[in-house]
């Protein structure tokens, strides 16, 4: 199943898959440090294989963003809390929620910074559904159960099909 971690630029999404897989990235498509196409990996959630793919998050590779949404079974937004909710976020959020698929806010950075939940999710605009965890893909706080949390929802909604 096939998972994409969206965010605007330098969010931290690169970071958030290394930490996930806990392993060297089987693609890692950067220059000088900035994503430019897409990373990818591949992990093992309770004998499911999962197939990890971010965007980039600059605004002149934001053609990727629609390429990578294709087939995606969940996604995550990763927002940075040094930064804060911007348009960008919002516009990634808005084509997350076109796509029909369950998914879960991370507010990454949160070593660094201390941005209100709520007020996240007021401006995202976002359902009191969606879950919003607070992650630092540094330290690796939360990003597991941000993961288990996405898998959870995707579970339930299979439940109701
Ligand atoms: N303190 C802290 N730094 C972070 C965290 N996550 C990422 N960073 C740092 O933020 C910078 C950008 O991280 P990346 O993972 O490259 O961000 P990105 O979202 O993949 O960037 P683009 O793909 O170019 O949009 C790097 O210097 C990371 O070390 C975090 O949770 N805490
Ligand atoms: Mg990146």
Redo the contacts with the bound molecule.
């Keep these: 199943m096939k998972i994409v971690?969206f965010?605007?630029?330098?969010?931290?999404?690169?970071?958030?898959?290394?930490?996930a897989s806990k392993k060297k990235l089987s693609v890692k498509g950067?220059y000088e440090?900035?994503?430019?196409s897409l990373?990818f990996t591949r992990l093992d959630y309770n004998g499911e294989t999962v197939y990890l793919f971010?965007?980039?998050?600059?605004r002149r590779f934001d053609f990727m963003w629609e390429v990578l949404a294709n087939g995606m079974r969940g996604a995550i937004l990763?927002i940075?809390?040094?930064v804060g909710i911007t348009e960008v976020d919002r516009e990634i959020g808005g084509l997350i929620e076109s796509k029909g698929v369950p998914y879960v806010v991370a507010v990454?950075?949160?070593?660094?910074a201390n941005l209100s939940l709520d007020m996240v999710r007021e401006g995202l605009g976002i359902s009191a559904k969606v879950p919003v965890i607070p992650?630092?893909?540094?330290?690796g706080?939360g990003v597991d159960e941000v993961l288990h949390r996405l898998m959870e929802l995707k579970n339930e909604r299979r439940g109701t099909e």
Aim: charged letters at 20%; one cysteine or more.
């Design positions: 971690v965010g605007a630029l330098n969010a931290g999404k690169t970071t958030f898959l290394e930490r950067s440090g900035m994503t430019t990373d971010t965007t980039p998050g600059h990763l940075d809390s040094t990454n950075k949160s070593d660094l992650t630092s893909a540094i330290c706080n």
